[in-house]
């Protein structure tokens, strides 16, 4: 998120409550795993959340495997995405649960919740009258999700710290594998 601290922002305000969404953030030990993310998947997701109910902003860590989707501009910066992952509903059955973001006009972000491919309102997803909501927009300007890749080889995602190696081992695992038939006969 572009910060400009000028003429017409208090600079004092802005530390304060960047320190403040540091701490709800738990910052201080999430920042561990999202570096072990990357390391170990090849990227890194960290997700805005906007919690209207407590009324501060904070940074999630999102695990990699549930981004579907992500498009990134020339800089790097996410345009949309779709997330995705398997849940139990609330009848105890597993369930593909999936949001998509994306720009709309102007500064609007639109946002997208499904439930096995059909429009669902997730529990708590509701508007400021209480109604539930499947689609919503907000005036942010910016899609509220980052994405670093470990190791950027002008791919779509990432490289982790083991993929180079991935060969060597899958092959000492076969000559293991051989020894110990060996061993057996």
Request: hydrophobic letters at 35%; glycine letters at 8%.
């Amino acid at each position: 998120i572009p910060i400009r601290v000028g003429d017409s922002a208090n600079e004092n305000e802005l530390r304060a409550a960047l320190a403040h969404t540091w701490n709800v953030s738990s910052w201080d030990t999430q920042k561990a795993a999202h570096v072990l993310h990357g390391t170990v998947m090849g990227d890194a997701a960290l997700y805005i959340r906007d919690d209207v109910e407590h009324g501060e902003a904070r940074i999630e860590i999102i695990h990699p495997g549930v981004l579907k989707y992500v498009a990134m501009d020339a800089r790097g910066f996410v345009k949309a995405y779709a997330m995705e992952e398997q849940r139990k509903d609330e009848n105890g059955r597993e369930a593909t649960y999936r949001e998509t973001c994306e720009h709309g006009e102007g500064e609007e972000i639109i946002f997208k919740t499904f439930r096995n491919g059909t429009p669902f309102a997730w529990e708590g997803n509701m508007d400021k009258s209480g109604n539930p909501r499947d689609q919503w927009t907000e005036k942010y300007g910016f899609v509220p999700l980052v994405l670093t890749q470990h190791v950027n080889e002008a791919r779509a995602w990432g490289r982790s710290e083991i993929q180079p190696f991935i060969k060597k081992i899958a092959s000492i695992d076969d000559q293991a594998s051989i020894l110990n038939d060996r061993i057996r006969i």
